[in-house]
């Protein structure tokens, strides 16, 4: 069977594309996941729909790919992919929080004004109104509030506020960083991940097709033409327009080993070069982040219904007006009777990775994320543990970091030596297939997401976008899918 298009990829932006391309009945969508696939919210696993819950995250967990990251040259980590119908949506921290307009209008075709129509009509905002907000999409949006907020949230915004940061009463709102709640896509306790929001529902449709454990090995290629893809197995499955949705690294993964991306590493890898595209796995951006541990001292156990990160300050230290330094409050701990923790990170990096390919499909791409490569980045890095150090001191918290030291107390050297020690990531890479215009000659896809120089074939997942945002991706992945549908019926939403 030959479909009109084929979705390689079930996570955020793949599951919203599927879920909105099938409205069409004259339209035959495939979405593949290798992963698995359920047919019903409550047939996902319990860690799964937990959203209190971050062990589904485990990179050693089923769920999961397990990706081997080089942080720094010789500080290798683990990272936990999505692996299963819904992809990271299923198993990340469930905050749903949009990029500022600084990111966004730095992106060619997607500045904030074009791109708010989708990301207001994915959204149900049960707590904001007005025109920045939906009311009717399939994603709900809450914040914590009433039982489901901790009294370690409310002791971390007056904090936050007796140190000089102002209050941002709507994360999603448009207006100057500071210190608010974080919103998160959650119903009653249950993560609402991109599979149940976008696909289950719609599974009735005829023209809707969804295959799990499917592992597409590459695109095949007739000329300058997506034709279809092939699995591991050697199936071949025709489509009149290929989407790889696949994620920031399996999708340059893929163009790879198909035979699009740099062609000096496509030869040391053994693979054939098709068509050249030098930015395929180069020039990607991630959140570098450290971790301060802190008793929770309120005797207050957080409501079991309430997600693990409650709260976040991003900061405006005079370098970013848009704020590129967030402080998260994680307000229960990881593992029962443990500490609590603020997650510091870096949100606009200097620094860029790389990929590097395997020629066998199995084998998955090297990352070197060369984080804290520049003298700013390591300079910011500072700047954030010591603001969270004051928060920690400040008014209502008044804690000790535990297990941490103070970067108060610390020089520049011996403060980029925790640092160095302690780095981890966010797990937000970006860029690794980016969009550009024609005269940008490491842009991968163009601003209607089209793969330049190839027909029948784009690119719709967070590699596309062009840096990092300065807040988390998961709404904006979902947000992806709600605009490509658009560009592929040749539909333009109108400004809000």
Not at 4 to 11: F, I, K, L, S
Not at 286 to 297: E, G, K, Q
Not at 396 to 420: F, Q
Request: hydrophobic share 40%.
């Amino acid at each position: 069977m030959s479909w009109d298009v084929v979705v390689v990829g079930g996570g955020s932006a793949g599951c919203a594309l599927a879920g909105r391309l099938s409205e069409d009945p004259g339209r035959r969508v495939l979405l593949l996941e290798a992963g698995s696939a359920v047919t019903e919210p409550g047939a996902f696993p319990t860690d799964v729909r937990d959203v209190a819950s971050l062990g589904a995250c485990d990179p050693d967990g089923p769920h999961t790919w397990d990706v081997g990251v080089e942080l720094t040259p010789g500080h290798r980590t683990r990272v936990g992919r999505g692996r299963l119908l819904g992809g990271s949506s299923a198993v990340n921290g469930a905050n749903h929080i949009r990029p500022t307009r600084a990111d966004l209008d730095s992106w060619p075709g997607w500045s904030f004004d074009e791109t708010l129509p989708y990301y207001v009509r994915g959204e149900r905002d049960l707590d904001m109104t007005g025109p920045l907000h939906g009311d009717a999409g399939p994603v709900p949006v809450v914040r914590p509030a009433g039982e489901l907020r901790a009294a370690v949230t409310e002791r971390f915004l007056e904090a936050a506020v007796r140190v000089g940061v102002p209050l941002e009463i709507d994360k999603n709102g448009d207006q100057p960083p500071g210190a608010g709640l974080m919103p998160a896509n959650v119903r009653r306790g249950v993560r609402v991940n991109a599979a149940i929001a976008y696909v289950l529902p719609h599974l009735d449709r005829p023209n809707l097709t969804v295959r799990g454990d499917v592992t597409v090995a590459r695109v095949l290629l007739d000329g300058d033409r997506a034709v279809g893809v092939e699995g591991i197995d050697g199936e071949r499955i025709e489509a009149g327009e290929v989407v790889l949705a696949a994620g920031s690294v399996c999708t340059p993964q893929l163009l790879a080993l198909s035979g699009i991306g740099p062609p000096d590493d496509l030869r040391a890898a053994g693979l054939p070069v098709h068509h050249e595209r030098p930015g395929v796995g180069r020039g990607y951006t991630d959140h570098p982040s450290v971790y301060l541990s802190f008793p929770d001292t309120s005797g207050d156990a957080v409501h079991p219904e309430a997600p693990g990160a409650q709260a976040a300050v991003h900061l405006d230290a005079g370098d970013d007006p848009a704020g590129d330094l967030e402080i998260l409050l994680f307000a229960r701990p990881f593992a029962p009777g443990g500490s609590c923790h603020l997650m510091c990170a870096l949100q606009a990096p200097e620094s860029r990775g790389v990929m590097t390919f395997a020629a066998d499909p199995r084998t998955p791409p090297r990352l070197e994320h060369r984080y804290l490569a520049s003298g700013h980045d390591r300079a910011r890095m500072r700047q954030v543990v010591r603001r969270a150090g004051e928060l920690l001191a400040a008014g209502g918290m008044a804690l000790e970091p535990t297990g941490t030291p103070d970067g108060r107390t610390l020089d520049d050297r011996a403060l980029d030596a925790w640092i160095a020690a302690h780095l981890g990531t966010s797990a937000h890479l970006c860029g690794s297939a980016r969009l550009g215009t024609a005269d940008d000659p490491d842009a991968v896809v163009d601003p209607e997401l089209r793969v330049h120089g190839l027909r029948g074939l784009r690119v719709v997942d967070t590699s596309v976008l062009p840096t990092v945002p300065r807040r988390g991706p998961a709404a904006t992945a979902l947000m992806l899918g709600e605009r490509a549908a658009d560009l592929i019926a040749g539909r333009v939403a109108a400004p809000l």
